[in-house]
């Protein structure tokens, strides 16, 4: 018997991370049965601060104790657990607590000239040898910190995205060791980031959040204050000279970093207050070597790395002084071209001026969507030197699935890379162009699928804590983007699907991980969207539907004869039904944390689903929308009581479509779903399996290596779509790799947290085997099947502390504990 994944609010062994109290989780393995009990003891400086003794209700999905918790301090703990057959397990682990709400006493400053980017630097001595040392700091826009000539920290682009109006995010670093008897150096490299940046498209803001670059920071030895930012601070020459998310970074290793005299005190306007982090750091994963170096027939010069990715591309300069090499991001070749369009007005180069010096040579404070790199230099280039880096907030990957056709496969990755590469701080729609935004349909259209591939609670709750506070001042309701950008760009909120990601995301966050503790913390925004919805409709009277506004809806469905992105589903429908899943989803909410109003929101759910039936629901108890998404809307969202005839005509649609989807952002996700769960799971199968536009095997053989915009983003003849709203990097239609292993694997929860799952495999022929195996909340499960002849072979795992309930084709429902299974 083994414990792992050892977590608090989520995080591993969290380190200056907003909490009020620990809330644990684990899972177990090696080991038969169930948890008998659970006992945590918490130790600070080896003295016992709390035990819990042994406890039968400890839920390893999420275990709050009562605590309180002290600023600067690292709570040790030790986590123990009984099961029901009398093994016993141990492990260690621990938290760290940041200033919490201790006064700083260092003061916020900034450099005195505007410039792109900054370097602030103190010089102090430390007269003896600490056993211990922690920095706490926020530099804005983003910040690298460097003591004593090293970068301090693995993570990048600090202090991230957030809404920066309602709170500031502090990071605490390690810097153990880091410090020598006698003089230290502590500088903080200042880049402008989303903070001051441009940001938006059509041009864009710039000074959105702040006009001018800032930093604050402790650095503490043994707990005793060693220096802290002021205006003794010096400015230096920065050699980046130029940054920005959309346009990329330009260093010039030329420059000295002079002094230019001392910064000034003073403190970010209309900001929120500082307080401890809730983002994820945004570090390193995997690093790419170039797969091919070409020379185009124009005579450009060009890296392939092979995968579309979100990061940058460092590499070893050996230039001549003087030389300079500039790196542009590309998606995709054109005739064998360069080609930028699609990143419209963001330039997203990397321009390196050499000093003559041999160096490791990255970007600071940018980012790209990439593939390609067009390279730039008057000295020849060797491939070797190049190496690509994704970079992404910091979730592991959960799930592996494999099945017999490769471009299912690719498929699956493609799927994968593109929740990967629109994970960077915040749910971006996509990595390259001048967009990169936190939309809030896009994010809540994969949460589903996000939470069964990645782990995901962490970044949610950050997430979801910025989307609150916007909420706080629009009586409500959900911006298009989160954060806000602020003015009068994409003010607008209350969209359909867009603004249900405020109840969407928070619940399958509960869904897939059973943290009642985050959903405690989520539920107000829930709430507060339905009541938002509720109080525009009841004000306009009659029943309870939603009868106005603008609805995105089924965005960039393929079914309008109409021109445009607007799908032909009736947007007030859609938005009729998100409206009613919502209140279901409060309701639930609200029953689970014990609070009364639920009656009050089911009773709500029930009028709507009734004004609903009425007005879109005919006699015989269908959707009179014909469209594929209208109709999977009505079987997923149990608007209809004749799910098995909706099925039907679901199907009907999709098969007098040449069994074709045309779906767009709210019915590509339900789609497979709804028709599976109806007996048509061969047309599900069907669909996955077309090559031919619009499918998702189409953009597979054209050698996509991640999800597009559009069903055509890359039109037959290789040529990109020529509208001018083009991602080869957009995460929505990767809903797919959800259905894959839901459905066609059959692992889905039962219960919060898969603490009892569903497992539902649904062989068929034509991709001969396949199985997923999920690291969910509760532990791993294991689901997949073969064809060996006319024989289907099953093999399921399930995980200590759980139960399955296994369904398996023209068998009797079995009801399974944990173990290995063969079938
Ligand atoms: C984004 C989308 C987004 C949409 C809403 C686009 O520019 O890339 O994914 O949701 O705008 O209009």
Same mark, same amino acid.
């Given at each position: 018997?083994?414990?792992?994944?050892?977590?608090?609010?989520?995080?591993?062994?969290?380190?200056?991370?907003? %909490?009020?109290?620990?809330?644990?989780?684990?899972?177990?393995?090696?080991?038969?049965?169930?948890?008998?009990?659970?006992?945590?003891?918490?130790?600070?400086?080896?003295?016992?601060?709390?035990?819990?003794?042994?406890?039968?209700?400890?839920?390893?999905?999420?275990?709050?104790?009562?605590?309180?918790?002290?600023?600067?301090?690292?709570?040790?703990?030790?986590?123990?657990?009984?099961?029901?057959?009398?093994?016993?397990?141990?492990?260690?682990?621990?938290?760290?607590?940041?200033?919490?709400?201790?006064? /700083? *006493?260092?003061?916020?400053?900034?450099?005195?000239?505007?410039?792109?980017?900054?370097?602030?630097?103190?010089?102090?001595?430390?007269?003896?040898?600490?056993?211990?040392?922690?920095?706490?700091?926020?530099?804005?826009?983003?910040?690298?910190?460097?003591?004593?000539?090293?970068?301090?920290?693995?993570?990048?682009?600090?202090?991230?995205?957030?809404?920066?109006?309602?709170?500031?995010?502090?990071?605490?670093?390690?810097?153990?060791?880091?410090?020598?008897?006698?003089?230290?150096?502590?500088?903080?490299?200042?880049?402008?980031?989303?903070?001051?940046?441009?940001?938006?498209?059509?041009?864009?803001?710039?000074?959105?959040?702040?006009?001018?670059?800032?930093?604050?920071?402790?650095?503490?030895?043994?707990?005793?204050?060693?220096?802290?930012?002021?205006?003794?601070?010096?400015?230096?020459?920065?050699?980046?000279?130029?940054?920005?998310?959309?346009?990329?970074?330009?260093?010039?290793?030329?420059?000295?970093?002079?002094?230019?005299?001392?910064?000034?005190?003073?403190?970010?306007?209309?900001?929120?207050?500082?307080?401890?982090?809730?983002?994820?750091?945004?570090?390193?994963?995997?690093?790419?070597?170039?797969?091919?170096?070409?020379? *185009?027939?124009?005579?450009?010069?060009?890296?392939?790395?092979?995968?579309?990715?979100?990061?940058?591309?460092?590499?070893?300069?050996?230039?001549?002084?003087?030389?300079?090499?500039?790196?542009?991001?590309?998606?995709?070749?054109?005739?064998?071209?360069?080609?930028?369009?699609?990143?419209?007005?963001?330039? *997203?180069?990397?321009?390196?001026?050499?000093?003559?010096?041999?160096?490791?040579?990255?970007?600071?404070?940018?980012?790209?969507?990439?593939?390609?790199?067009?390279?730039?230099?008057?000295?020849?280039?060797?491939?070797?030197?190049?190496?690509?880096?994704?970079?992404?907030?910091? %979730?592991?990957?959960?799930?592996?699935?494999?099945?017999?056709?490769?471009?299912?496969?690719?498929?699956?990755?493609?799927?994968?890379?593109?929740?990967?590469?629109?994970?960077?701080?915040?749910?971006?729609?996509?990595?390259?162009?001048?967009?990169?935004?936190?939309?809030?349909?896009?994010?809540?259209?994969?949460?589903?699928?996000?939470?069964?591939?990645?782990?995901?609670?962490?970044?949610?709750?950050?997430?979801?804590?910025?989307?609150?506070?916007?909420?706080?001042?629009?009586?409500?309701?959900?911006?298009?983007?989160?954060?806000?950008?602020?003015?009068?760009?994409?003010?607008?909120?209350?969209?359909?699907?867009?603004?249900?990601?405020?109840?969407?995301?928070?619940?399958?966050?509960?869904?897939?991980?059973?943290?009642?503790?985050?959903?405690?913390?989520?539920?107000?925004?829930?709430?507060?969207?339905?009541?938002?919805?509720?109080?525009?409709?009841?004000?306009?009277?009659?029943?309870?539907?939603?009868?106005?506004?603008?609805?995105?809806?089924? /965005?960039?469905?393929?079914?309008?004869?109409?021109?445009?992105?607007?799908?032909?589903?009736?947007?007030?429908?859609?938005?009729?039904?998100?409206?009613?899943?919502?209140?279901?989803?409060?309701?639930?909410?609200?029953?689970?944390?014990?609070?009364?109003?639920?009656?009050?929101?089911?009773?709500?759910?029930?009028?709507?689903?009734?004004?609903?039936?009425?007005?879109?629901?005919?006699?015989?108890?269908?959707?009179?929308?014909?469209?594929?998404?209208?109709?999977?809307?009505?079987?997923?969202?149990?608007?209809?009581?004749?799910?098995?005839?909706?099925?039907?005509?679901?199907?009907?649609?999709?098969?007098?479509?040449?069994?074709?989807?045309?779906?767009?952002?709210?019915?590509?996700?339900?789609?497979?779903?709804?028709?599976?769960?109806?007996?048509?799971?061969?047309?599900?199968?069907?669909?996955?399996?077309?090559?031919?536009?619009?499918?998702?095997?189409?953009?597979?053989?054209?050698?996509?290596?991640?999800?597009?915009?559009?069903?055509?983003?890359?039109?037959?003849?290789?040529?990109?779509?020529?509208?001018?709203?083009?991602?080869?990097?957009?995460?929505?239609?990767?809903?797919?790799?959800?259905? %894959?292993?839901?459905?066609?694997?059959?692992?889905?929860?039962?219960?919060?947290?898969?603490?009892?799952?569903?497992?539902?495999?649904?062989?068929?022929?034509?991709?001969?085997?396949?199985?997923?195996?999920?690291?969910?909340?509760?532990?791993?499960?294991?689901?997949?099947?073969?064809?060996?002849?006319?024989?289907?072979?099953?093999?399921?795992?399930?995980?200590?502390?759980?139960?399955?309930?296994?369904?398996?084709?023209?068998?009797?429902?079995?009801?399974?504990?944990?173990?290995?299974?063969?079938?």
């Amino acid at each position: 018997m083994k414990l792992t994944n050892l977590r608090v609010w989520n995080l591993v062994e969290p380190v200056g991370y907003a %909490m009020n109290a620990p809330v644990f989780s684990w899972t177990v393995e090696e080991a038969q049965g169930e948890q008998a009990f659970a006992r945590t003891t918490v130790r600070v400086n080896g003295e016992t601060a709390y035990d819990s003794g042994e406890e039968r209700a400890a839920d390893s999905l999420g275990w709050k104790i009562r605590l309180p918790l002290l600023p600067r301090t690292r709570y040790d703990y030790t986590l123990t657990v009984q099961s029901t057959s009398g093994e016993r397990a141990t492990a260690d682990s621990f938290f760290e607590t940041g200033k919490r709400d201790e006064t /700083w *006493t260092a003061k916020w400053i900034s450099p005195r000239q505007s410039r792109s980017c900054a370097q602030l630097r103190k010089r102090f001595t430390v007269s003896a040898c600490t056993e211990s040392a922690r920095l706490y700091m926020c530099g804005l826009g983003v910040y690298e910190v460097w003591l004593n000539g090293e970068k301090v920290g693995d993570e990048y682009l600090a202090p991230g995205y957030h809404a920066y109006d309602f709170h500031l995010a502090a990071q605490t670093y390690d810097v153990t060791g880091r410090l020598r008897e006698g003089e230290n150096e502590l500088i903080i490299a200042l880049g402008e980031g989303w903070f001051k940046g441009r940001l938006g498209f059509e041009g864009g803001y710039t000074d959105l959040y702040g006009d001018r670059l800032y930093a604050i920071a402790e650095l503490y030895g043994d707990g005793v204050l060693l220096t802290a930012t002021d205006e003794s601070w010096e400015e230096l020459h920065s050699p980046v000279t130029f940054a920005n998310i959309y346009d990329g970074e330009t260093w010039d290793a030329r420059i000295a970093p002079d002094l230019l005299g001392n910064a000034e005190e003073t403190e970010p306007e209309h900001c929120g207050v500082l307080q401890d982090r809730v983002s994820l750091p945004v570090r390193a994963f995997d690093r790419f070597s170039v797969k091919e170096l070409m020379e *185009t027939p124009k005579g450009d010069t060009i890296l392939d790395f092979g995968q579309n990715m979100t990061g940058w591309v460092e590499f070893r300069s050996r230039l001549p002084e003087g030389t300079s090499l500039t790196l542009t991001a590309g998606e995709i070749l054109q005739d064998g071209e360069f080609y930028h369009d699609n990143y419209r007005t963001a330039k *997203t180069e990397f321009t390196y001026i050499s000093d003559g010096q041999e160096r490791m040579v990255r970007p600071h404070f940018t980012f790209f969507g990439f593939r390609y790199m067009k390279v730039s230099c008057t000295c020849p280039v060797n491939a070797d030197d190049f190496t690509a880096v994704h970079l992404r907030s910091a %979730m592991p990957g959960t799930t592996v699935f494999a099945c017999g056709n490769p471009l299912v496969n690719r498929l699956y990755e493609n799927a994968l890379w593109g929740m990967k590469d629109n994970l960077l701080e915040v749910p971006t729609d996509c990595p390259q162009r001048d967009e990169r935004l936190g939309w809030t349909g896009d994010a809540q259209a994969i949460s589903d699928t996000a939470c069964q591939s990645l782990y995901m609670p962490a970044f949610y709750r950050k997430y979801l804590w910025d989307m609150r506070a916007e909420q706080s001042i629009l009586g409500g309701s959900v911006p298009n983007v989160v954060p806000r950008i602020k003015r009068d760009m994409i003010g607008e909120h209350g969209s359909c699907p867009w603004a249900d990601a405020g109840v969407i995301i928070p619940f399958n966050t509960w869904r897939y991980y059973g943290n009642t503790e985050l959903l405690r913390e989520t539920y107000p925004g829930m709430k507060d969207w339905v009541d938002c919805q509720r109080r525009r409709e009841e004000a306009i009277g009659g029943p309870h539907l939603v009868k106005d506004g603008f609805h995105f809806a089924d /965005w960039l469905a393929l079914d309008n004869p109409q021109p445009g992105p607007f799908g032909a589903t009736d947007p007030l429908y859609i938005a009729s039904a998100y409206y009613y899943r919502c209140a279901q989803i409060v309701a639930e909410s609200a029953n689970l944390l014990g609070f009364a109003e639920a009656g009050e929101y089911r009773d709500l759910a029930a009028e709507i689903l009734a004004a609903i039936r009425e007005k879109y629901f005919g006699a015989d108890g269908l959707c009179q929308i014909r469209t594929q998404t209208a109709a999977a809307l009505a079987i997923v969202f149990g608007l209809t009581k004749k799910v098995q005839e909706q099925g039907d005509v679901l199907y009907e649609l999709v098969a007098g479509n040449n069994s074709h989807l045309n779906t767009g952002f709210v019915g590509t996700p339900i789609l497979c779903p709804a028709l599976s769960s109806t007996g048509h799971h061969d047309m599900a199968v069907t669909l996955l399996l077309q090559e031919d536009f619009p499918s998702w095997l189409y953009s597979v053989r054209l050698g996509a290596t991640t999800i597009w915009e559009r069903w055509n983003s890359v039109l037959p003849d290789g040529h990109m779509n020529p509208e001018g709203m083009n991602s080869l990097n957009h995460y929505t239609y990767g809903s797919i790799a959800g259905w %894959m292993l839901s459905w066609l694997c059959g692992v889905r929860p039962a219960l919060p947290g898969y603490r009892k799952a569903i497992l539902e495999p649904r062989p068929d022929r034509r991709l001969g085997h396949a199985e997923a195996k999920l690291d969910t909340a509760a532990g791993r499960f294991v689901c997949g099947w073969r064809f060996e002849g006319d024989t289907v072979h099953y093999h399921v795992e399930i995980p200590f502390g759980a139960v399955a309930e296994l369904r398996l084709p023209g068998q009797r429902v079995q009801e399974l504990s944990p173990g290995k299974y063969d079938f």
